[in-house]
Every structure is written in structure tokens, then in C-alpha cells.
């Protein structure tokens, strides 16, 4: 995570946005006097938002992680997709 003032982010807000966008990071924006803030790109935020919303049930937190375990443990197994891969279009 790269910390930069708030005045630095104001004036490099362009390039910033293009950062965060292209190298998938987050940067904690500082201010004087004021909380601080964090800036990432949507789809960071979406996929943040998503991670919370799986894991916000300890059940189904209890089943992905029985998943990955069965994956690292080479007891995955392919399936083909039943649906489109774009479900938007």
C-alpha cells in the first residue's frame, strides 16, 4: 500500500487513478487535522466487497475453506462451465 498526502494526491489525481488501476494496489491518502482516507479502484472494491459477503457467514466461510484444503490436498477435479462465462452479456 503506497501512503501519500492528500495536497500530493490532489495535484497527481489522474496519474494516482491510473496507478491504482493498472498495479491493482490501494493508497492510504493522508490529511493534516483530518482522518485519513484509502483509495483503490472499483473493481478492487468489488472484489473486497464480495470476499466479505462470503466469508460474513461462518458457515459458508467453514465450507470454502474445507474447499481449498480438498484443492491444496490435489482432490480437485475439473467441471465444465453450465453457464456463459460473461453472465453480463
Given at each position: 500500500?503506497?501512503?501519500?498526502?492528500?495536497?500530493?494526491?490532489?495535484?497527481?489525481?489522474?496519474?494516482?487513478a491510473?496507478r491504482?488501476?493498472?498495479d491493482?494496489?490501494?493508497?492510504?491518502?493522508?490529511?493534516?487535522?483530518?482522518?485519513?482516507?484509502?483509495?483503490?479502484?472499483?473493481?478492487?472494491?468489488?472484489?473486497?466487497?464480495?470476499?466479505?459477503y462470503?466469508?460474513g457467514?461462518?458457515?459458508?466461510?467453514?465450507?470454502?475453506?474445507?474447499?481449498?484444503?480438498?484443492?491444496?490436498a490435489?482432490?480437485?477435479?475439473?467441471?465444465?462451465?453450465?453457464?456463459?462465462?460473461?453472465?453480463?452479456?
Amino acid at each position: 500500500m503506497r501512503t501519500i498526502s492528500a495536497t500530493d494526491f490532489r495535484k497527481n489525481m489522474s496519474a494516482e487513478a491510473d496507478r491504482l488501476v493498472d498495479d491493482a494496489d490501494v493508497t492510504l491518502v493522508t490529511r493534516t487535522g483530518a482522518s485519513n482516507f484509502v483509495v483503490m479502484s472499483e473493481a478492487d472494491f468489488n472484489s473486497w466487497r464480495e470476499t466479505l459477503y462470503l466469508l460474513g457467514s461462518p458457515k459458508n466461510a467453514a465450507h470454502l475453506l474445507d474447499s481449498l484444503r480438498e484443492l491444496d490436498a490435489g482432490r480437485g477435479e475439473a467441471r465444465e462451465l453450465t453457464q456463459p462465462a460473461d453472465m453480463d452479456a
